[in-house]
């Protein structure tokens, strides 16, 4: 198995998560990062409603890297209105991802990650979608367990 982690993290959370899967899988992490920060939580939030509002997605810096060799995309990002950050779809929609294996995480309060997926499908097109993982004050998951799940894809 060969694998690369994609995330935002506008607080840290999910970058300390990428971090762990990082550090346990030996593989790369790309960053996705917006041009003009999102700031605060509650700046962020009505960021996001504005960006909602009119249908843009921010402009980001994210390399675009050769996937080719890689089976595993493991995704994550904080869950913003019941969504992945539209950084996070729009990033993905640049690859080709037919026969890979994408494995979202989330960080999140009190949303599970599970409505995050049905948006998620349409970014990755025929990439089969397995595992997500959702660290949240709310839903208590095993990090450990999982993450031994995904080294057995």
Known sequence: MKAIIFYYSNSGKTKDVATKIQENLGCDMISIEPEVSYGSYFKAIGRVMDEKKK??????IAPIVDISDIDIILVGYPIWFHKPPMIVLDYLKKYNLDHKK??????S???NIKSTL???KEAIGN????LPYNKSILFKTNFN???EKVKEL
């Open 102 to 107: 994408v494995v979202p995480f989330s960080t």
């Open 127 to 130: 990439a089969e979608l397995c």
């Open 118 to 120: 049905n948006v998620l």
């Open 109 to 111: 309060g009190s949303t």
């Open 55 to 60: 249908d843009v997605t921010a402009k980001y």
């Open 145 to 147: 367990k999982w993450l």
